[in-house]
Each structure stands twice: as structure tokens, then as C-alpha cells.
């Protein structure tokens, strides 16, 4: 199915591919994974940098709008299926919000969940039915049963080890215990943290907010971008690490690569 001998996935929160593309080169160039997952595209489809990633050897599926959203899967083997969107009808059809694609019988989920706006907002109830969405999609894609793999930007630390100072962030949209409901209630159906299966301890961030003055100097941070699989392929995993360095290269995105690596 891929050309590797065990399989590397990746997922990266990339706030504009066009603009990132050097620290993809980068990065791709010493990192050789079968599956990188990029959210946060920021750019219509005939403008979509498809030669950048055909040049370094992968086949690229995506889907995004002008300025907001965006989600693509450049991968080492072509997907023997693939689509977009959560599927059942509603609106909005998170089209740009998430890719999925099927290799053989592993199934890989791209997803950029909202972010939600502010407690108060209409986007927050929003991003939580987004969640409720989500499970109803990964469920008709063989959850729990079958090999799967849910990654991308979810906009929730879910712990307050996933978070510098969670006392201050009680009401924040990535930390409100609604949304870390919605996150617990989707891994419930079967799914496992396989970041923190091989990484529990504290100070393990993917987000380091531009605003914050040294923010990656001093590790505050955020870990909303995840890597969640299946029991089946959970027990094959060997590594999931955050991947500080493209945070700290010029023109970064605020967000980072974070990575696993399953048996074959």
C-alpha cells in the first residue's frame, strides 16, 4: 500500500500552505511520512500548490475556500477512495473542514474543527454539533471496528496538561468543559489518544499563539491538534511526537507537525 516499512502520518495546521510551503520543503525533505494532513489551506482549488507536492512525491487531494478553512491529504500511495465533507446533509457541509481518504483497509480522517468565536457566540453551539457530526461520519467509516485514523487541528485541549496555566482558560473555547465533553464523547465510541499513549507528560504542545510574546521560548502553549485511532490501530502504534522545530523556522505557522508512526 505504501513504499515505507511502517506507516507515518502527520498532521499540520499549516494557517496558508501557499505561505508555508518553504518550511514544508523543510520539513518533508528530513521527514519522510506516507500521509501528511494539512488544515487551514487558505486557498481556492485552482490555486492549490498541487506541482509542490507531486515535485516531492505525493499524491494530493484537497479541498478549500479564499482566505479561511482548507483541508488537503498529500499522500505516498494514491487513496483507493476519497471524499469531503461530514456527509449527512446538514448545514454547513464542512466541505473544507474535512477529507477523508481510504488505503486499503485503513481509512484516514483530516478534520480543522471550528474554533468556536467565544462561549457566547453561534459559532460555539455550532462547534459543538460539529463534533456531535463528526463521530456520526467516523461511525459509518468503521469506528470502532476497523482500521482508522482521525487527525487535524480539533480546536480543544482536552486535559490541563494539554494547556500552559488551564486556570486561567475555564472559559476559553478550546477548554470549556462543553467542548471537552464533545471530545471525551467522541473518543468513547472508540477512539485513543495516541499522542498521549506514548506521550503523557506535561509541557507537550502543538500551538504556540503568535500574540503571546515568546511564546514558544517560554512552552505556552496548546495541544488541539490530535492523532486518534482506533483500537486496532492504536495497538500497532510505536511513536506520536510534537515536532517543536518548524515552529521556531522563518514565516512559521502557530502551529506545529505533530506525528505517529504505526506497524504495518
Known amino acids: 500500500m505504501f513504499p515505507l516499512g511502517n506507516f507515518r502520518i502527520a498532521t499540520f495546521n499549516v494557517n496558508s500552505v501557499r505561505s508555508r510551503l518553504p518550511v514544508l520543503e523543510r520539513w518533508i525533505h528530513d ?12 486557498v ?5 500548490p498541487v506541482s509542490f ?5 505525493y499524491h494530493v487531494i484537497f479541498s478549500g475556500e479564499k482566505s479561511y478553512n482548507g483541508v488537503a491529504v ?22 473544507t473542514r474535512v477529507a477523508w481518504c481510504r488505503f486499503g483497509p485503513l481509512t484516514v480522517v483530516n478534520a480543522y474543527v471550528p474554533q468556536g468565536k467565544s462561549i457566547e457566540h453561534p459559532g460555539y453551539p455550532m462547534k459543538l454539533r460539529f463534533f456531535e457530526r463528526l463521530g456520526s461520519l467516523l ?7 476497523k482500521d482508522l485514523v482521525l487527525v487535524g487541528d480539533l480546536n480543544v485541549a482536552p486535559t490541563d496538561i494539554d494547556v500552559t496555566n488551564p486556570g486561567n482558560k475555564r472559559d476559553h473555547v478550546c477548554f470549556h468543559e462543553d467542548v471537552k465533553k464533545a471530545f471525551r464523547h467522541l473518543c468513547s465510541a472508540g477512539l485513543v489518544d495516541v499522542f498521549r499513549k506514548h506521550r503523557p507528560g506535561e509541557g507537550e504542545f502543538s500551538f504556540w499563539d503568535y500574540r503571546v510574546k515568546g511564546a514558544l521560548e517560554r512552552n505556552i502553549g496548546w495541544r488541539i491538534d490530535h492523532i486518534l485511532a482506533t483500537p486496532s490501530m492504536a495497538e500497532k502504534s510505536l511513536d506520536s511526537y510534537s515536532d517543536r522545530g518548524p515552529r521556531s523556522w522563518e514565516k512559521p505557522s ?8 504505526f506497524k504495518k
Request: charged share 25%; hydrophobic share 25%; proline share 8%.
Open 31 to 42: 521527514n519522510k511520512v506516507d500521509c501528511l494532513c494539512l488544515q487551514e489551506t487558505k
Open 44 to 48: 481556492e482549488d485552482p490555486s492549490f
Open 53 to 57: 507536492f507531486e515535485n516531492l512525491g
Open 74 to 95: 498529500a499522500s505516498a500511495a494514491p487513496p483507493d477512495e476519497y471524499g469531503y465533507g461530514l456527509g449527512d446533509g446538514e448545514e454547513p457541509t464542512g466541505n
Open 139 to 145: 461511525s459509518s467509516k468503521g469506528v470502532p471496528g
Open 254 to 261: 502557530d502551529h506545529t507537525v505533530v506525528v505517529a508512526e
